[in-house]
């Protein structure tokens, strides 16, 4: 039942493949949405930004934190999930790097049962390894964890 993660040249904001597609990214906790991949969701897409904007807003409320996922269905097929794994951003004095691996890790395990409810296969950049300076080796390793191995299909985008 294991699935296997698919590398491909291309933009993961225009998933490819059929049936139901889930675009994942890691965001910030810190409730910050204005660099990175997330600027490519917002050219296609409003929601995902309004909706992690308030899920942040509410989150004395709600699960917002580290490890927390929010899913958001932004086309008939496509839905776009937000996984907090990031503490805080990256500044000119900050020290280390703002990816949090076990937040990611968190992140996926709460996605999976999600996509396997979709009948979803999961896109995305190579998560945490952009501005949240993570390594994808370190990355990689986790998705296979918690998303192949639990039968959810994996494609992953480097964009050209």
Known sequence: ????????????????????????????????????????????????????RRWHRERAANDFGLGAVQVVQVERWVH??????????????????????????????????RALALGASVHMPRIGCGLAGGRWELVEPLVVARLTSAGVPVTVYDHD
């Open 1 to 52: 039942m294991t699935a296997t993660i698919d590398y491909v040249r291309g933009d993961a904001t225009a998933p490819r493949g059929k049936g139901v597609k889930v675009i994942a990214h890691v965001c910030n906790d810190l409730g910050g949405w204005g660099k990175g991949f997330v600027l490519a969701l917002s050219r296609r897409w409003p929601e995902p930004e309004a909706a992690f």
């Open 80 to 113: 776009v999930a937000n996984m907090v794994g990031q503490r805080g951003i990256r500044t000119s004095r900050s020290q280390g790097v703002p990816v949090r691996y076990e937040a990611i890790d968190a992140a996926l395990a709460r996605l999976a049962p």
